[in-house]
């Protein structure tokens, strides 16, 4: 049988055999003329109202027809997706904000409230009964959208409720760490929460042919959420192999989808086989992170048009071709850099090679992760071989020239460089947080780290107030700068430090919890022996006008911790192993508590630079031995 969630797009699709199965007729207004209007001209907009949608889902609907010729004003066009929000709804009970409560249930704002109140005191729902007992909340309302409340657990269709599987058809995970900011942050996760983490377990183990380059097997996964292939919507899982293999799996049903072997050059007399310089594929990322940084743009989004805020960029005519400019909805490229330092444009549909390969680092470089944003490919080499440098290829200009900058010293983390929501690049390199201009990589600011140590950490940025913070780490300590200067006017003064007990490493991951409002960050940290690593975390609280990094709990027991994840509350945290085997684990965001471990079912270490992937109730990570593990939520096959 098809999974659930592939059949629920499909049956969204050619749904036009039967009929619509909501209950409640349209309210007539000026955004349902729209609707009819602007959603009518190539099908019958009972055609696109057959499945109830989040509104992210809707979002990413709407954007999709925009990319295929659907015509309006971006006011128009939002308004339609409040409008299919409003009608045709879909909202998870026991995670959503009271504000989307609101919206998809029509509900008043103090009914939404007094929902959000009852799930904070005494826990979950199980189902619309017990949502309607709510005091203050007419039930006569809910009753009306029984079919639009989801409630975030495994429930079998034939109760008559949709799965959760059901909210999650379209999310990715387009690059290492989430995205060009390094959030490690799946936002739009529906399935993985507080209550349904005790129902993930081991899905599937699935091994790759890969040969080994020393320490490098696999590159962390990527997903894309949908697919759109002969066979109707997949749901594919991308790595790529050191051996510069390029594979695709589909992540529901664990079969390979398509291998691709990069026609790399080959090298003559570069080094490239040893622990510090493995050599090999040196990264895969997709698009899809281009246009806002992660999942799902906020807006309406318009092919070859970059997100606000962006000087419009040249788009070479082959970046069209290449699918770079393309929209959602459409098949585009995942980007290969290959061990002979050139990148690989691949299609998503089958792995072929669209255009030529593009010189972009040295051969053999220890590149480990590449960025892409606004069209621009961005990779930072690593100490070990070559020259410690960041480099940036804007992969729709049409000369396609390579810039480099060297850095002053040796560049840390295991994500690469870190793009800030207005492009400019920011790396650990030596004893300073450089910031670069996006694509021409001008040295536009630095931090001078207060106390150098010898570890270090990609960067994380994120939004706070409408601006940027950058979030850095050395040694045992922790920093938080001003994206609009590094460190005041001494470059060494930051916002903000804390200090965790052992050494920072690898990337952060970051994420505000909607609920309360507080924004979190994670700080992997590796020990003084094998068992005393683990997750810091802290949450960013404004005192006295100025902003602090306040500890709040640290998880002890992991080897190497890779950068965690989050989705809705949930910390994915991957011990790689060093010697031993790694093992994942499942903490509470807000207080440590341990909710899952993998316990002894991975029976590999993992690189100690690897990193997970989160989407669609699932999370992914690979081990040495070329095998990729899957853990999550099982739906229906
Ligand atoms: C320029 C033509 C065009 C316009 C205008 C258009 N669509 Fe579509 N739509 C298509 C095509 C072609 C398909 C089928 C191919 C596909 O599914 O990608 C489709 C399929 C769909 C589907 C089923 C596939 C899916 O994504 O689940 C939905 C829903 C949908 N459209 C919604 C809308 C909405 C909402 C609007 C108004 C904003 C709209 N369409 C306007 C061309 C259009």
Redesign the pocket.
Known sequence: MQSARALC?VL??FAAAAPPVLAQQPAADASKAN?ER??????E?E?????RRTREQ?LQ??N???A?????TDAE?MG?VEY?TREYGRVNVNLASAEDLARVLGLTPAEAAAIVQARRERGTFEDAAAVARVPGVDAGKLAARNDAMVFGSRVAPSAGRVPVAALTAYNNWPGVNGGPQREGWARPEAMLARNTAAAIQLLYTRKLDNRNRGTNALTPPLVLGNL?SYRGFKEMLLLGGSADVVYSIDAALNRVLWTAKLPVQPQAGVAGNSDTCPGGLMGIVMNGSAASGFGAPAGIRRPGVPPPGFAPPVVSKDAVVMGLAGGF?RNGLVVAVGSDGRAYPLSQSNGALVGQPIPFVPASSNVRSVNLFDYTLYATNRPGCGEDAVYALDLASDSKAVVKVTSAGRIHGSAGPAIGNDGTVYAHAGDRIIALTAKTLKERDHFSIPAPASTGMTPLVFQHNGKDIVVAGAGSEVYLLDSGALGGQDHSTPFARARVEGAVRAAFAGWEDPETRSRWIYVPVSGADSTSGGIAAFTLEERDGRLTLVPRWTSRGMVAPAAPVIANGLVFALSTGGKNNAKLSVLDAASGKELFTSRDSVTGAANADTGLAVANGQVYFSTQDNTVYCFGIPTEH
């Open positions: 797009v969204a699709c609707f602007l959603c009518g001209t190539c099908h907009p055609r696109s109202t057959s499945s809707w609907t709407v999709g027809m925009v295929r010729g659907a015509e309006g066009l339609v299919l759109i909805g």
